[in-house]
């Protein structure tokens, strides 16, 4: 039997080559399972009436709820969105005085201030609103269509958006995905620094 012996400079570069196209690998198949940002439907609500103009959410002790105020000054449906997938109908309410529309100004909880409509107010024409994955940014995707938009809204403390068309309310939420290194961090620190 014959030993051979290999200087150590030839293991350390086979070694060296080796090393980086296995972690590269690995990297690739690590980021390739990485959680992606979403924005995702929650919720839809069929609304039979006029045309949505104005969409604001309130809050009232631990309820949430959905304004749907309607072209013309004629009133709005209260929708209870605490449950943001599965919406329900509060009331339909009137607010016009001796018959004259009005607009919603601000709302808080269950008080709202309410302002005579001009007469010279313009109409928005409906929109498109796209929901767009750039995970890959070089081949986009569109993840989901609306059309005939005719009014959106906002709750940034729950991540909710809300659109309304012809179809009636959609409640859409907004995800961000978990940083996974900041989670190993935060497990680090729970486990060993305490």
Request: hydrophobic share 45%; net charge neutral; no cysteine.
């Amino acid at each position: 039997m014959r030993i051979r012996f290999v200087p150590l400079s030839a293991l350390l570069l086979v070694a060296g080559i080796a090393t980086p196209t296995h972690s590269l690998q690995a990297k690739d198949v690590t980021e390739a399972k990485l959680p992606q940002d979403r924005i995702e439907v929650k919720g839809h609500f069929p609304l039979a009436n006029d045309r949505v103009e104005r969409l604001l959410p309130t809050q009232h002790y631990s309820r949430y709820y959905l304004y749907a105020e309607y072209a013309g000054g004629k009133g709005a449906t209260v929708i209870d969105i605490t449950d943001a997938a599965t919406p329900t109908l509060v009331a339909n309410v009137r607010y016009a005085a001796k018959g004259q529309p009005g607009d919603l100004l601000t709302l808080a909880g269950t008080a709202a201030l309410v302002a005579g409509r001009a007469p010279e107010r313009s109409i928005e024409f409906p929109q498109s609103i796209r929901i767009m994955n750039f995970a890959d940014p070089a081949h986009p995707k569109v993840a989901h269509e609306f059309t005939g938009v005719t009014a959106t809204g906002r709750d940034a403390q729950r991540g909710l958006v809300f659109l309304a068309n012809g179809d009636g309310i959609w409640i859409l939420h907004e995800r961000l995905a978990e940083d996974p290194a900041l989670l190993s961090a935060y497990a680090h620190h729970v486990l060993y620094d305490h």
